[in-house]
């Protein structure tokens, strides 16, 4: 039952691309300590809370995991960059199959309420409350390519360089490897002069609605694709209220959303 149970969250082809990844466990210098866990329910752990939201205190016993166990794994693997390898890897595999089409990039942002931590500040759409944004960027398919995270008072254009220099260099059907969309889309929060030329230099045409031309009410005929790809990340109840006081936690959690996104587009 526990197997079976396990496998849904974490199926032996996820798991096939995560093990190769996994930092060596090292020995304390002084000997001693506790017995390492199964590495791949300790995995199957940190998948449970991001997709249940529960929190570390609330891990069921059916993983045979404690929560400092999971916590302290997660913590480590974070400061490894597993879940960033992790997220290349099946883009990787997505760029193999020809799955990822880079005739177009769209991005957008969204607020989340924060209880603490660094990176948060004032929400200016939720009376002021502390909060983080979250920043995505997909491809024409509602592949998601980057994110990252900001404070929730960050202009939402001061995302677009960061996210576009994180975009992976992703291995292709044939010829070298692919990091460069042909045109990228987004609203008129990027209407910056400055973010209009920066892309162009990058051999991207930039397709940035303008203030005052389009109609407010509409996404345009491109940019209504990022739109799933943000209910998608908040379909991990993890991101939906951010609980990490350490920014580099909870962007773990969301690289390793935006990975598992990928990963069900590879099983289908």
Known sequence: MVDEFAR?????ELWALVEPL??????????????????????????????????????????????????RRFTAWTEAGLWRRLHQRVLDELG????????????????????????????PVDRGKPGSKIHALSDRTGLPLAVGISAANTHD?????????AIPAVASRRGPR????AKLHADKAYDVPYLRVW???????????????????????HRWR???????????????????????LFCGFLTLAAALIC?????T
């Open 263 to 267: 990963f069900k587009r590879l099983t």
């Open 226 to 248: 990022i739109e799933p790809v943000i209910a998608q990340l908040f379909g991990y109840r993890r991101l939906t209220l951010r609980y990490e006081r350490k920014p580099e």
């Open 22 to 71: 996994l930092p060596a466990q090292t020995a304390r210098p002084q000997g001693g300590g506790t017995r390492e866990r199964d590495p791949r329910m300790v995995f199957t752990a940190v998948v449970f809370v991001l997709t249940t939201g529960c929190a570390w205190r609330h891990l069921p016993p059916v993983f045979g995991v404690s929560k400092a166990t999971a916590h």
């Open 96 to 123: 193999r199959q020809g799955e990822i089409d880079w005739s177009r990039a769209i991005l957008d942002a969204a607020s989340v309420r924060a209880k603490r931590g660094d990176m948060t500040g004032p929400n």
């Open 8 to 12: 849904r969250l974490v199926p032996d």
């Open 199 to 221: 892309p162009r230099r990058r051999g991207i045409i930039p397709r940035i609605a303008r203030k005052g031309i389009e109609a407010p009410d509409k996404l345009g005929r």
């Open 157 to 165: 254009s001061q995302a677009l360089r960061p996210l576009v220099a």
């Open 178 to 181: 692919r990091w460069r969309p």
